[in-house]
């Protein structure tokens, strides 16, 4: 069966440290890999999605980046964070067709 | 831009009722909708799925659809207490792609 790991499950950093989240994918090949945030009480608001190695799509403009250096790892990165970085960070993942995604436990990043 | 509508709640049930998730989409071309439970502090988790007008029943689940009026609604009969959670509405987008737009959810409370 196919599993998602995603870590760490909280980080607290400061303002203008780097960031590095990553996020796994076990039993398939080629998934598409999405990463999303959710603010406090907000909604699901997508970040990046992939649908290959190398290859990235930008929902939003933002100080964050994502790369896809193997098939089943997706990482999300940032120079530099700001306070308005924090939040609840999820990875997903789906295969061909529409059957919906898998979510990862997710990351609670704060920024101080 | 791409909506999903939900009122926020928070809705309040007694335990052993019937529980009604309401959810709006812009996107008249979309084809796969699914609904997905949060609870508190966790990633969000898959319950239903539905891809053609009418009623899809899993468990105490129903899932309905109304392509016409861009309309889906989630029923969770013989509520529980453990049924407290944020229902998450997702449409796929028409794209070609699966790319979810998610809804900011429904916050229902079963007092027991």
């Known amino acids: 069966s196919q599993t998602i790991h995603q870590w760490p499950a909280t980080l607290v950093q400061p303002v203008g440290s780097p960031l590095s989240l990553e996020c796994t994918v076990e039993g398939t090949s080629n998934p598409n890999l999405y990463w999303y945030r959710q603010a406090a009480g907000r909604g699901l608001q997508l970040l990046f999605y992939?649908?290959?190695?190398?290859?990235i799509s930008s929902e939003v403009p933002q100080n964050l980046s994502a790369s896809r250096p193997q098939d089943r790892q997706f990482i999300l990165s940032s120079k530099k964070l700001l306070l308005s970085d924090s939040g609840f960070y999820l990875c997903?993942?789906?295969?061909?067709?529409?059957?919906?995604?898998?979510f990862g436990s997710g990351t609670r990043l704060t920024v101080v | 831009q791409k909506e999903v509508e939900q009122n926020s709640g928070p809705l309040s049930v007694p335990e052993g009722a019937i529980a009604s998730l309401n959810c709006t989409y812009s996107d008249r071309g979309s084809q796969s909708f699914f609904w997905y439970r949060q609870y508190s502090g966790k990633s969000p988790e898959l319950i239903m799925s539905?891809?053609?007008?009418g009623d899809k029943e899993d468990g105490r689940f129903t899932a309905q659809l109304n392509k016409a009026s861009q309309y889906v609604s989630l029923l969770i009969r013989d509520s529980q207490p453990s049924d407290s959670a944020t229902y998450l509405c997702a449409v796929n987008e028409n794209t070609g792609f699966q790319k979810l737009v998610f809804g900011t959810g429904t916050r229902l409370l079963v007092s027991p």
């Open positions: 539905i891809y053609s007008n």
């Open positions: 992939s649908v290959g190695i190398g290859q």
């Open positions: 997903a993942w789906s295969g061909t067709g529409y059957y919906g995604y898998t």
